[in-house]
């Protein structure tokens, strides 16, 4: 267990972008951030609201996906106490949400990618798997997460998705 947990801090610490990269940890910060729950909640009440009928499957996944998604990381991370990785400052994370195991971010993208993938052509589904992607890579290389934090976020969001996908 040891050469795993070196591994995953190794493989981390190799995806970290160093704080003088200033412009990549811009961009970095957007892909994070695009997985925020408050930018998915606002998204889907605004597709409830203004979208019509045709929007309210996207919305009601979204909200849906997200609350419970958040709500079972939440668990997994209160039972796992993993804390997030050493850093110089971690701002709005080392005061909220100091445990790291699973992503939330990870698993509330994933599961929102399970939920929508019926509702979207396929090259935007296609997109949508690049972006789980982006967001979780971005969380490693700002430092407020392990590669094995997201893998693990992934797991708990996709079986979150796959099984809220029974409900529609």
Known sequence: MQQLVAFDQKLSARLAIPRTARFLRLLALVAAHSGDSPLWLLGAVAALIWGGSAWW??????????????????????????????GESLGFYSWF?????????AGRCACLAVLLVPLLPTWVSVLMALWVGLVGLARVAL????????????MAGLLTGLALHLVF
Do not use: C, M, N, Y
């Open 143 to 154: 430092q407020v997460h392990f590669s094995s934090d997201i893998a693990g976020g992934w």
């Open 57 to 86: 499957g996207f919305g009601g996944r979204v909200i849906l996906g997200t609350l419970v998604a958040g709500t079972a990381t939440t668990v997994l991370k209160w039972l796992f106490r993993r804390e997030r990785p050493p």
């Open 97 to 105: 949400d100091r445990h790291a195991f699973p992503s939330g971010h």
